[in-house]
C-alpha cells in the first residue's frame, strides 16, 4: 500500500452501534446541515424547488406541485426545460467545455473520454441525423447497445430532439427487445454490431435484425460499428456516416414540459409482462440531481464512477443523467470486474483518480471473495465517499468495502430505491446521518415513507410490513402521476390515503432507518438485476417435455440470489441433461442469459395446496438450505422431502 491507508486491522463497532460521517468529509460535503429534513417538512412540497433549482429551465415552473386529486400529480407545472441543454450546453457556457464529461472504460483495456464540448458536437450531430431520418418530437427511439460512448450521445440526441428513448440492456434476447419496441411502438433501434463477452463475440447485430424483423411495423436501424467489422450493412444506417454527414451542426434544444416524457424503461413487475415505465423530463431530472448532489455529494470537479450498466435504471440516473446534470465527469465501464483480471476495478479508481464509487452489493461480495489483496495493492486514496445500490448489503460485506475499498475514511450511502422512483429514496445523508452497516437509512428529506400491513394500516414501528410511499416525489413516473393510478388504501378506521406500494418487505426501527427484507412478489434480484419470476416459468414451460415449472430465488453460495428452476416433466419424458440445456436454452432466448437458471432440479411433481396452487415459500426453503416446516397445508407433503434429497445431491 503507497498510502498506509488499509494496513489496519478490520475496524470493529459493537452490535446495534452507528457510525458517525468522517469529520474530513464533512468539512467539504455539500449538505451538512441536520435541519434540512425538518425545513423540508416544514416546507413540502415547496422545499423540491431546491431540486429544481440545480437546473437550467427555460420557463420557470409556475408551482412546485399541483396535486389536485382530480387530474393527478403534476411536477413543476408550467416549467419548460430540455435535459440535453441541462447535461451539456450550460456548462460549456460555463467554461467548461475541456473537461471531461466522459470517461469510457472498455473491456479489453482501452480507454476513450469526451470532453463537454466533444459530446456536445456528436450530440448535436446525432440529433441532426436522427431529425433527417424523420424522428420527431415524442418519438421513441430504441437503444440496444452495451455500456459504449455512442449510447450516452443517443442518449443525450434523442433528449434533444424531445424523442424519449427507451434503452433495452444489451444482453436481452431478440424477443424480448421486440417486445419493448412493439409496447412502446418503437420504429427506430439503434445498435451496434457487437461486443465481446467473456472473450467471445456476442452478435448483436443479429439479435436486433431479429427483433426489427419480427415487429409487425417497419423499422429504422443505425449501427455503430464498435467492433470495426466489415459487416454488411444492406439498408441499415451507420453511425459513423451519420456523424460525419451531420458534422458542425447544431440543433436547437427541443423545450419541453417539465412532465414530458425524456424515457422508458422496462422493469419486471409481477405480471408475465415487462412492466412499463415512463420517467419525466423536469420532475425526473431534478430528482436526479439533487440526490446526486445530496447522497453522492457530486459537485462539477468531481469523478465518479457508477458501475452499472445503463440499460438499467441506475445507470440512466447516475451514469448519465444525475451526474451530468451537475457537469460531473462520469465514468462508463464496459464488460466484467475480473476481466481480463479481477484487478480491473481497482486499476480504473487509480488511474482516474475517482472521488465517488457507486456500486452492487453482489460486486462487493465478489470483491471479498477474490480477497482484499487485490484492492489492497492500488492507490485509492482519491475515493471519499462509497454508495451501494440495488439489494441490501450484509454487514461483513459493508466491513469489508469500507476497509479495503474505503480506507476506513469514506462514507457509505446504501441507498434504496427502484425503476419506479427514478432516485434515490432512502439512504442517509452522508455528513448528516450516522451509519448503520447493513441498515439503508431514513427516507430523505422530502420523502415520506410507511411499513404497512396488508389492510394499509402502518405497523408499529420494528415490525415487518409492506414499504410504500406515502406522498408524491419528483422522480415518480408518468404512470403514477395520473391519478386513477395510485393506491387507495382503506384503512381501519375508514379514512382513505394515497400510498405507492413499492412489494418490498420492510422493517423501519425506532429512529427511523429502515432495513430492507426482500421482495414480497414474485420478484427476484439477482447481480443487482430485477427478474420476474413468472417470465422465466413461462420460458421454461414453453420447452416442449416439460409440464410445470417454477422459479425461486436462492442462494447462490456467495450471500448472493441465484434463479432456482424445479421442473415438472411430462409423463415419459425424462429429466436428463439435455432437457436440462434445452429449458436453459429457451430461457436465455426468451429473456438473455442473465435469466438462465443456476440449478434446475427436476421433480416428479410441485409442492401443491388442495386447491393447486403452487406454494413457493416450500420451494424457496429448500434452494436456501433451510427447514420447510410444516407441510400439512399441501396436497402432496411428500414432494418436499424428495426435493429436499435432490437438492442435498
Ligand atoms: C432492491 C434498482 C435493499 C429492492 C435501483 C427494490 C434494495 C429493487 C436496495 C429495485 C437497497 C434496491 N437495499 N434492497 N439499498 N436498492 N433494492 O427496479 O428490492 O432494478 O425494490 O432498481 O431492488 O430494483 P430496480
Not at 387530474?71 to 457556457?93: K, M, T, Y
Not at 414451460?541 to 442462494?555: Q, R, S
Request: aromatic share 8%.
Amino acid at each position: 500500500m503507497s498510502d498506509g491507508r488499509n494496513d489496519t486491522a478490520v475496524s470493529q463497532l459493537p452490535a446495534d452501534d452507528a457510525l458517525s460521517p468522517p469529520p474530513a468529509f464533512v468539512d467539504q460535503a455539500n449538505v451538512t446541515d441536520p435541519k434540512v429534513y425538518d425545513a423540508f417538512d416544514a416546507e413540502w412540497p415547496t422545499c423540491w424547488r431546491r431540486a429544481a433549482d440545480l437546473l437550467t429551465w427555460t420557463h420557470e415552473p409556475e408551482t412546485v406541485l399541483d396535486d389536485d386529486d382530480s387530474d393527478g400529480v403534476r411536477w413543476f407545472p408550467g416549467g419548460r426545460l430540455n435535459a440535453s441543454e441541462n447535461c451539456l450546453d450550460r456548462h460549456i457556457e460555463a467554461g467548461r467545455k475541456n473537461q471531461t464529461a466522459i470517461q469510457w472504460e472498455g473491456k479489453l483495456g482501452e480507454t476513450r473520454a469526451k470532453t463537454y464540448q466533444e459530446l456536445y458536437q456528436d450530440v448535436n450531430a446525432f440529433a441532426a441525423g436522427l431529425r433527417d431520418l424523420g424522428v420527431e418530437a415524442d418519438d421513441v427511439v430504441t437503444l440496444f447497445m452495451p455500456v459504449i460512448p455512442e449510447l450516452v450521445v443517443a442518449m443525450l440526441a434523442c433528449a434533444r430532439i424531445g424523442a424519449p428513448h427507451s434503452v433495452v440492456f444489451a444482453g436481452f434476447s431478440a424477443d424480448a427487445l421486440a417486445t419493448r419496441m412493439e409496447r412502446a411502438e418503437s420504429d427506430v433501434l439503434v445498435t451496434c454490431d457487437g461486443y465481446y463477452r467473456r472473450g467471445n463475440a456476442v452478435d448483436l447485430l443479429r439479435k436486433a435484425d431479429n427483433a426489427c424483423l419480427s415487429v409487425p411495423y417497419s423499422t429504422t436501424e443505425i449501427v455503430v460499428d464498435h467492433l470495426d467489422g466489415d459487416q454488411f450493412f444492406g439498408d441499415r444506417h451507420r453511425y459513423r456516416e451519420i456523424l460525419t454527414a451531420h458534422d458542425g451542426e447544431t440543433v436547437d434544444p427541443v423545450e419541453r414540459a417539465s412532465d414530458d416524457v425524456l424515457f422508458y424503461i422496462y422493469t419486471s413487475g409481477t405480471t408475465g409482462e415487462p412492466t412499463q415505465v415512463r420517467h419525466t423530463t423536469g420532475g425526473y431530472l431534478s430528482h436526479v440531481a439533487w440526490t446526486s448532489h445530496a447522497v453522492l455529494d457530486l459537485e462539477a470537479r468531481d469523478t465518479h464512477w457508477c458501475t452499472a450498466d445503463i440499460g438499467w435504471i441506475t445507470g440512466h440516473s447516475y451514469v448519465v443523467y444525475g451526474p451530468l446534470a451537475l457537469g460531473t465527469t462520469t465514468v462508463l465501464y464496459e464488460g466484467t470486474p475480473d476481466e481480463p483480471e479481477k484487478t480491473r476495478f481497482w486499476k480504473i479508481i487509480e488511474r482516474n483518480a475517482v472521488d465517488v464509487f457507486y456500486t452492487a452489493p453482489t460486486a462487493v461480495r465478489a470483491f471479498m471473495k477474490w480477497g482484499a489483496e487485490y484492492p489492497d495493492a492500488y492507490d485509492l486514496s482519491s475515493l471519499r465517499l462509497l454508495g451501494t445500490v440495488g439489494e441490501p448489503i450484509d454487514e461483513t460485506a459493508w466491513w469489508w468495502f469500507y476497509d479495503h475499498v474505503g480506507g476506513g475514511e469514506c462514507p457509505i450511502v446504501d441507498t434504496w430505491w427502484q425503476t419506479e422512483t427514478g432516485g434515490m429514496m432512502l439512504s442517509t445523508l452522508p455528513a448528516i446521518d450516522a451509519m448503520r452497516p447493513s441498515i439503508v437509512g431514513r427516507p430523505l428529506p422530502g420523502i415520506e415513507v410507511g411499513v404497512h400491513d396488508s389492510l394499509g394500516d402502518e405497523v408499529p414501528r420494528g415490525e415487518t410490513g409492506q414499504l410504500v410511499v406515502t406522498k408524491p416525489w419528483p422522480g415518480q413516473p408518468k404512470s403514477l402521476c395520473d391519478g386513477t393510478a395510485w393506491d387507495r388504501a382503506h384503512t381501519t378506521d375508514d379514512s382513505e390515503h394515497w400510498r405507492y406500494l413499492t412489494g418490498d418487505s420492510a422493517v423501519q426501527h425506532d429512529d427511523g432507518y429502515v432495513s430492507i427484507l426482500g421482495r414480497l412478489d414474485d420478484v427476484v434480484t439477482v447481480a443487482g438485476q430485477r427478474l420476474g419470476t413468472t417470465e422465466i416459468e413461462s420460458a421454461i414451460v414453453a420447452t416442449t417435455g416439460v409440464a410445470e415449472a417454477a422459479v425461486v430465488g436462492g442462494d447462490d453460495g456467495v450471500q448472493g440470489t441465484a434463479v432456482h428452476a424445479y421442473v415438472s416433466p411430462e409423463a415419459n419424458v425424462v429429466g436428463d441433461d439435455e432437457l436440462r440445456q434445452h429449458v436453459c436454452d429457451n430461457v436465455e432466448a426468451a429473456i438473455g442469459p442473465v435469466a438462465v437458471p443456476t440449478t434446475v432440479t427436476f421433480t416428479t411433481a410441485l409442492p401443491k395446496t388442495r386447491s393447486g396452487k403452487i406454494l413457493r415459500r416450500y420451494l424457496e426453503a429448500i434452494a436456501n438450505g433451510e427447514d420447510p416446516g410444516d407441510t400439512s397445508a399441501l396436497r402432496n407433503p411428500e414432494v418436499v422431502g424428495e426435493l429436499e434429497t435432490l437438492v442435498d445431491n
